[in-house]
T-cell receptor, first 116, second 113 residues
Framework: AQSVTQPDIHITVSEGASLELRCNYS??????LFWYVQSPGQGLQLLLK??????LVQGIKGFEAEFKRSQSSFNLRKPSVHWSDAAEYFC??????????????FGKGTHLIIQP | DTGVSQDPRHKITKRGQNVTFRCDPI?????LYWYRQTLGQGPEFLTY????????KSRLLSDRFSAERPKGSFSTLEIQRTEQGDSAMYLC???????????FGNGTRLTVT
């Protein structure tokens, strides 16, 4: 069964500083990988996805993530955060085979706090 | 693209009552998913449909839970005899194919008192 670990429950970053949110996954083959962001009381918005090809993927709002197969990681980065980036961030893994298991498995999330 | 719509946004009910939530997916999406999210946790998969067929149910979906998608469009999630442990955000998502990202609604927050 697939699983996702987000080691950091909370991260505090100063506005304008760079950001890296960690994500490690467990899956028996090459997975589909996603990052979603959730603002309080809202649903989840897709930031970016990795299906295949270039291991560095660009997303919305200036975010990028790099798939590293050897480390089973898919860390999210942003060179300069804005106060509006404060939210909950979820990494998710999806199975490649249809087979009834193509729903996503999410990590527990990382709460990003932006200091002025 | 009107997005995934969920109704109601909030529901407060007393323990033992039945509740029903509705999800309207993006119109061309044939796959529809229900997730549950409790405080401080990521969403947990409950069940999904391809068109009107319910193809998988999580072990989290006890006998008190039932989901339907009768015409392959909107879906309903019913919880019978609600318990305090059912308090959570119930999220609906839809997608075009297994390779497509999920598009989430804003969820229904259930509080069981």
């Amino acid at each position: 069964a697939q699983s996702v670990t987000q080691p950091d429950i909370h991260i505090t970053v100063s506005e304008g500083a760079s950001l890296e949110l960690r994500c490690n996954y467990s899956y028996g083959a090459t997975p589909y990988l996603f990052w979603y962001v959730q603002s309080p009381g809202q649903g989840l918005q897709l930031l970016l996805k990795y299906f295949s090809g270039d291991t560095l993927v660009q997303g919305i709002k200036g975010f990028e993530a790099e798939f590293k197969r050897s480390q089973s990681s898919f860390n999210l980065r942003k060179p300069s955060v804005h106060w509006s980036d404060a939210a909950e961030y979820f990494c998710a893994v999806g199975a490649r085979s249809g087979g009834g298991a193509d729903g996503l498995t999410f990590g527990k999330g990382t709460h990003l706090i932006i200091q002025p | 693209d009107t997005g995934v719509s969920q109704d109601p946004r909030h529901k407060i009910t007393k323990r033992g009552q039945n509740v029903t939530f509705r999800c309207d997916p993006i119109s061309e999406h044939n796959r529809l998913y229900w997730y549950r999210q409790t405080l401080g946790q990521g969403p947990e998969f409950l069940t999904y449909f391809q068109n009107e067929a319910q193809l998988e149910k999580s072990r989290l979906l006890s006998d008190r839970f039932s989901a339907e998608r009768p015409k392959g469009s909107f879906s309903t999630l019913e919880i019978q005899r609600t318990e305090q442990g059912d308090s959570a955000m119930y999220l609906c998502a839809s997608s075009l194919s297994p390779q497509s990202p999920l598009h989430f609604g804003n969820g229904t927050r259930l509080t069981v008192t």
